[in-house]
C-alpha cells in the first residue's frame, strides 16, 4: 500500500464542509442530549471528558474535536460517530426517529425527596468550600446535579458529582 502526502491549500469549500460538519455535530449532540434527558456537563461526567469539552463543541469554541473525544460522546449518547457526524443510513434514521418520538413524551419525574437532598448536599458542599455563587449558577448547580442523580438507577444524590460540579463551576458556561 503507497501513501502519498500532498499539501495543498484548505479552500472555501473545504472550509465550508468544515463549518457544515461541525454545526451538524452540535446539532446531532443536542439533540440526542435533549432525547436521554442529559446536559453538557453530565455527558462530560460520564464519558471521562475534560471539563467543557462538549461544550465547547455546542459554543463553537472547538473547531476540530478529536476522535477520542467524539467516541467518548457517541459511546454516553449511545450512537455511533458516524450518527453524531450526520452519516446515518436510513435504517438508523428510521430507529432514531422512533426512539426520539418515544423519548420526546418522557419528561423529567418530580422527585421531591432527591430535589431536597440534592439542594440540601449542594448547599453543604458550598458552604463547606466557602464559596459564593449567583442564582443562576445555585440553580444550575442543583438541576445538573438532581438530574444526573435522576438517570441513575436507584435515583438518591450522587455527592461525588456534586462535589464534582461545585469544584468545577467557575470553568463552566451555563448552556
Same mark, same amino acid.
Given at each position: 500500500? /503507497? @501513501?502519498?502526502? !500532498?499539501?495543498? $491549500?484548505?479552500?472555501e469549500t473545504d472550509m465550508i464542509n468544515t463549518k457544515y460538519v461541525l454545526e451538524n455535530l452540535k /446539532?446531532? #449532540? $443536542? =439533540?440526542?442530549?435533549? /432525547?436521554?434527558?442529559? !446536559?453538557a456537563s453530565s455527558v462530560e461526567k460520564k464519558?471521562?471528558? $475534560?471539563?467543557?469539552?462538549?461544550?465547547?463543541?455546542?459554543?463553537n469554541k472547538s473547531t476540530n474535536p478529536g476522535m477520542e473525544t467524539l467516541v467518548a460522546i457517541a459511546k454516553t449518547l449511545e450512537c455511533s460517530v458516524d450518527a453524531l457526524l450526520g452519516n446515518q443510513s436510513a435504517s438508523s434514521v428510521y430507529a432514531s426517529t422512533k426512539n =426520539? #418520538? !418515544?423519548r420526546s413524551s418522557e419528561k423529567h @419525574?418530580?422527585?421531591f425527596k432527591l430535589y431536597n437532598g440534592t439542594l440540601q448536599a449542594v448547599e453543604k458542599i458550598i458552604a463547606q468550600k466557602h464559596l459564593t455563587l449567583t442564582l443562576e449558577q445555585m440553580l444550575h448547580l442543583i438541576q445538573e446535579v438532581y438530574i444526573y442523580s435522576l438517570n441513575e438507577e436507584n435515583p438518591k444524590v450522587d455527592t461525588r458529582f456534586?462535589?464534582?460540579?461545585?469544584?468545577? #463551576?467557575? !470553568? =463552566?458556561?451555563? @448552556?
Open positions: 500500500m /503507497e @501513501i502519498v502526502l !500532498t499539501s495543498r $491549500k484548505i479552500n /446539532e446531532q #449532540i $443536542k =439533540q440526542r442530549m435533549s /432525547e436521554r434527558n442529559l !446536559t464519558s471521562g471528558l $475534560k471539563i467543557s469539552a462538549v461544550r465547547n463543541i455546542l459554543n =426520539q #418520538i !418515544t @419525574i418530580w422527585n456534586a462535589n464534582w460540579m461545585v469544584e468545577n #463551576i467557575h !470553568t =463552566q458556561e451555563l @448552556i
